[in-house]
Each structure stands twice: as C-alpha cells, then as structure tokens.
C-alpha cells in the first residue's frame, strides 16, 4: 500500500485548542474548502466539546461556505431582511450581515450597533441547531462578537433558582431581532404576553451531549407561561442576570477569513457596536434543527 501522501496527513492534523474561557476553541490546520470525513468527524466532535469554532485565515466563496455548511446537514433559508431582501442572488441559503449600503440600499441586517444577547431564530417551533459567520471585511475596532455558554449559565445558577424554572416555558419573542430592527411583515408590539413567539422548556437538554441548558432565546419580549407579567420580568431579570455574566463569555475580535460556528442549542451571542462609518460584511449560513428544543 502506497503511504498516506502528505497532504492527507497535513490535512488529518487538526489541532484543537480551547480558549480557555467557558466555552470555545480554535482549530488549527484546517482548510474548510477541503475536509475529509475523518477531519469533519474532529471537527464535529469539537464543536460538540467546545460549543463555538473559530477557524482562522480561510478563503471561502459562497460555494464553499456552503459546501462546509451542508457537511452539518440541511441549511435554512436565510431570514427576511429589515430591508425586505432576502439574500445574495442565487444564494438563497447565506444571510448577509452588513452595515454597507450600496445605491441607497442595505446590503445586509443588523446595521452597525450593539446587538443584543439572542439565540439564532427561537421564535420558530424547530429553530437552527448551528450558525456560522464567515468575515469578509471587518471595521479596525468593534463589532467583537461574543459567546456565552447555557450550559454553564445553568450550572452555575443558585440551587433554588434551578429548582423554580423545573418545568418553565418561556416565549421567545418573534417581533424584533437582536439589532432591535421589526421582522418582516411583523406589527410591533412591546407587550410580552401579546406578542408573536414560540414557548420552549427554560432548561432544554442538548439532544447530542445529553448536557441541560438554559434556553432563553433573547430578554425582550420574553415571557414565562403561565405567569402574571409582572412575576415573570421578575423571574426573568434574575435568570439573565446570572445568564450574561462575563465568565460564561468568549468574544471573538475579527479578522477577515474567520469563520466562526456555533451550536445555537446551548449558547447565546451578541455584537458590540461598531464605527458605522466602517465597512463589515459577514455571510451567514444556519443548519435546520433536527429535534425540537425539548426538556
Ligand atoms: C448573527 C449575529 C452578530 C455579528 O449573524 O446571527 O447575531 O457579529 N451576528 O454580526
Ligand atoms: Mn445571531
């Protein structure tokens, strides 16, 4: 048998290093256009692991970003825009991330301010099981994004606040997304109990690592089932406050060629706000959900 040729064996040395913080790791050695089934094997069983993935110094077309993507099963149509367009021509799987304005129009959602602690679209009944951002261009400073583990959150969260979310829904809300922009043919509304969302258990149990988090979705809008209003923005404030402290968070500072996955099962992320004068383009795929976030 002829030995393995170099460039399998370059290509089967992923080396896998945490960040050290709650969660995340970096995977070195790895060029997405060009993984085998032993190295998708490592890198699912990392993402799994790790919860976030940044792979650094790619050069991925759409194509490929798709092709990476479809190795994590079916992908998503990508979201509406604020804007009302859809995505990239021909491209109707990559959701556009952008401040950029070209003739007058946006070129992608969320603008360049904060956006908010959120799970990837938990206001539909079979939300994605992962995201990836890929970084075509980013600003100099800001626009970090930020990762914050639920398993930990709920680890970590007092024994008897543990015990009164037992059996909780909460409705994630499908008014605003984490920009703060109005979904599409949505009529906005600020009362919790009235507004248009899915109820998901609190505590969800990760159907892959068999691990409980907390399964919040995004603070506005939230409502517990079942509870008066003001009970519940109480109960909610003290599940968010442990929820988004700094040591369940990794950010990643961007440089173009990151792509960056996620399990969107057990993980929250936001943006920091970034010089609106600057340019940041990410392109976006989600992989559909396979089970129902469940209890
Ligand atoms: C997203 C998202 C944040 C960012 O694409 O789902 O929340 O850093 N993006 O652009
Ligand atoms: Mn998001």
């Not at 994630?172 to 997304?177: E, F, L, Q, R």
Request: net charge negative; aromatic share 8%.
């Amino acid at each position: 048998m002829p030995p393995p040729s170099d460039a399998a064996s370059v290509r089967s040395r992923i080396e896998v290093v945490p960040t050290g913080a709650a969660l995340g790791a970096e995977l070195r050695g790895v060029d997405l256009r060009d993984i085998d089934d032993r190295d998708f094997a490592v890198i699912h069983r990392a993402w799994i692991n790790h919860l976030v993935l940044l792979f650094r110094d790619q050069t991925l077309d759409d194509d490929a970003l798709l092709g990476f993507s479809r190795r994590f099963g079916a992908l998503d149509q990508a979201p509406i825009q604020e804007n009302g367009r859809r995505f990239v021509d021909g491209y109707p799987e990559i959701y556009v991330v952008s401040n950029v304005i070209e003739n007058g129009v946006a070129i992608g959602s969320l603008g360049a301010g904060e956006a908010v602690w959120h799970t990837d679209m938990s206001y539909l009944e079979d939300p994605p099981k992962a995201s990836m951002l890929y970084a075509l261009e980013v600003p100099p400073t800001g626009g970090n994004t930020g990762f914050s583990s639920m398993y930990r959150a709920y680890e970590t969260l007092p024994q008897s606040l543990r015990q009164r979310i037992t059996g909780l829904r909460v409705k994630h809300d499908g008014t605003y997304n984490s920009g703060g922009y109005v979904r599409q043919g949505i009529t906005p509304t600020d009362d919790p109990v009235a507004a248009p969302g899915t109820f998901h258990p609190l505590v969800c149990t990760h159907p892959d690592s068999g691990r409980r988090g907390l399964y919040l979705g995004r603070r506005r809008n939230a409502y517990i089932e079942g509870l008066p209003l003001a009970e519940s923005e109480a109960l909610l404030d003290e599940i968010w406050t442990y929820a988004t402290r700094d040591e369940l968070t990794w950010y990643n500072t961007w440089r173009v060629g990151d792509l960056v996955l996620w399990d969107n099962r057990c993980t929250m992320h936001r943006r920091d706000p970034f010089d609106p004068g600057a340019r940041r383009i990410m392109h976006r795929t989600q992989v559909k959900g396979e089970t129902r976030p469940r209890a």
